[in-house]
């Protein structure tokens, strides 16, 4: 059922070669953050709440009482941590925008000194020779714009296309790499549905009003930032999924991994890619008296040409269409989609470790949808243990990204044109819900003194881009 991986050779510069070959020699190898984990420095230079700093202050929301306050620190680090990705080889570095730093409110004028942070990084990423990849949206709306109503309400696909504008006229002349939103799935499901993110809400038809609004605010962006585009554009919307597999050959296993799908990739991507809704999905929805918001002109927006899909990517999954009492419709009628483990090895995040899974993805991608694809992010947490020094000899880790970025070689020699891979992350940081104890960095934090160390896997990483490069570790 799902394609055999040869396993990447790390153990000699030219078996981990062989295992990479597929990969176009332009591929870009980098890393990727974003502004709520890493940034801290809450309430400086005119910066106000965005929905994150709401939400972790509500008692029981994030694991240990955890806040992201302070963050990494980054706001005030900033040169130390690009002088960390130059000293390891890194070629892109993708970061995202805050939004209440730069339009406090999420209306109005852009805060001069807040997108004066965002200035000195772009200078300092291009001193460094690393290239800047931009994301405007990676969850942090002002709370303003929630206590307006939130992605479920229209005008915030409009505020969102304001400030997506404003900041791409003001940073644009140096770089052409312009992501608009990370993971509308996450914004609108767990923050909208199921309230495991910010803000924390739970109505299933709020949830799919935020997704048709976060899709309208994209490509309302994309037309802004193409018609004010005065050089070369890259526009990219990123979208985190898995492969859905059917755990048996059965009809109702397969009609749930169908639903699966449909929810975690084609809600998105048809829209996007293909101007339409699913309709097997529309359907589900109407049997729920629910309807997707949609306004004569929207889907022409939606569809706003781009020119590559950001994937991110961790596990994936399985899916019965039977629960444990061998029922396939739920208390409420619905059919049901029940995710069943496989028994293969787990990160620390209990996310099961489907390299293959990958490759089957990318391939299906390029076969259906047919944009080129970078990988935006893809790493992993494990129960990091540090020497007296905060040395990380992380072998887990280089085993599962040395697996990843080989199922990337992989998919590419299938025929699969994508053109980067982005590990999630620079920094252990704050890990949303789940707090600071979820470790993710090639360069471990201490978060009592901000000292970064990087991990062996930050000089695994830096040899194999060396190696990629032709250039001696
Ligand atoms: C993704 C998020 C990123 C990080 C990783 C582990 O869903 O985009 O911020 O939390 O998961």
Redesign the pocket.
Known sequence: METQLDPIDTTSSAGLRASLAGLPASFRFGVAT?AY?IEGAIAEDGRTPSIWDTYCHVPGMIENGDVGDAGCDHYHRMPEDVALMRDHAIGTYRFSISWPRVQPGGRGPINPAGIAFYDRLLDELLAAEIEPWVTLY?WDLPQELEDAGGWPVRDTAYRFADYALAVYERLGDRTSHWTTL??PW?SAMLGYAEGRQAPGRTDFSDAIRAVHHLLLGHGLAAQRMRQAAKGPLELCLTL?MGHAYPATDSAADQAAARRADGMGARLYLDPVVLGRYPMDLLEDFAAQQITVPVVDGDMEIISTPIDLLGI?Y?SSHFFSGVDEQGRTTDDAGRPVVRMVSTGRPVTAMGWEIVPEGFTDLLVRLAKDYGLPIVIT?NGAAFDDVADERGFVADHDRIAYLASHIGAVASACRQGADVRGYLA?SLLDNF??SYGYDKR?GLIRVDFETMRRTPKLSAAWYRDLIRSVQGKPA
Do not use: L, T
Request: aromatic residues 28%; charged residues 20%.
């Open positions: 974003s984990q990676h990370n993971e996450c985190n991110n961790y992010e999630w890990e949303w993710f």
